[in-house]
């Protein structure tokens, strides 16, 4: 018995991230499933920070981004698309924001996989 | 009576899409659902051209990529994901290429619509 484990194929990444995303437990998604040299991406024309390198600045992202939000009333992430080393998925909120009020949002992420883990995520609104 | 036609929503382009690319109707896909100055963008590591600006520039390309065919063997494309102004499609064919052989490809292509066009397509593998 080895406890050497085996690396999951992008299939299976994107199977796990729907089964967590269901349930909104984004920093299981990111500690369980992302490198430590993962990469983000947002649109050029975002206003926030547009590259994070890195796990620990993908998570620090995310922190600052919550402590903008005022109130989360819904969400959705919907079943993922895979391809090859990548998987695609629809996903949106209605969240107020604390300076910019109550807003929904919707976007395409983008996932690559790389030796089982996500090395690289890029979103599209 | 007016000829003015309505503006697609990115949801009906996307329907439209699909609906062509099921008869692999890919030149009436784009003559049909691109805007004029669409940008077509490739990986970092592609071998072909990264980036083509234009319909005209977008036609030749995939003119360019026929002309490398030596027998198209098979092919899909999924049913569009779609949220906000974008939409996503896990795709592939099964093809060999006149100087490479036989293979398989999979791939991810992100659509950005604007005014019920398509205005860039993108392609992650």
Chains 1, 2 share one sequence.
Do not use: C
């Not at 819904?74 to 090859?84: I, M, Q, R, T």
């Amino acid at each position: 018995m080895s406890t050497k484990e085996a690396t999951m194929t992008t299939q299976e990444v994107a199977n796990r991230f729907n089964e967590l995303s269901q349930t909104g437990q984004w920093e299981l998604i990111q500690s369980e499933l992302y490198a430590e040299n993962a990469v983000s991406i947002e649109p050029e024309h975002s206003q926030g920070l547009k590259r994070a390198e890195g796990l620990e600045a993908i998570k620090q992202k995310g922190k600052q981004f919550g402590e903008m939000v005022e109130q989360m009333h819904g969400g959705y992430s919907n079943k993922p698309e895979v391809a090859g080393n990548h998987f695609a998925v629809a996903m949106g909120m209605d969240v107020t924001m604390k300076e910019m009020g109550r807003m929904k949002m919707d976007e395409i992420a983008v996932y690559e996989v790389k030796d089982g883990k996500i090395v690289k995520e890029q979103f599209f609104y």
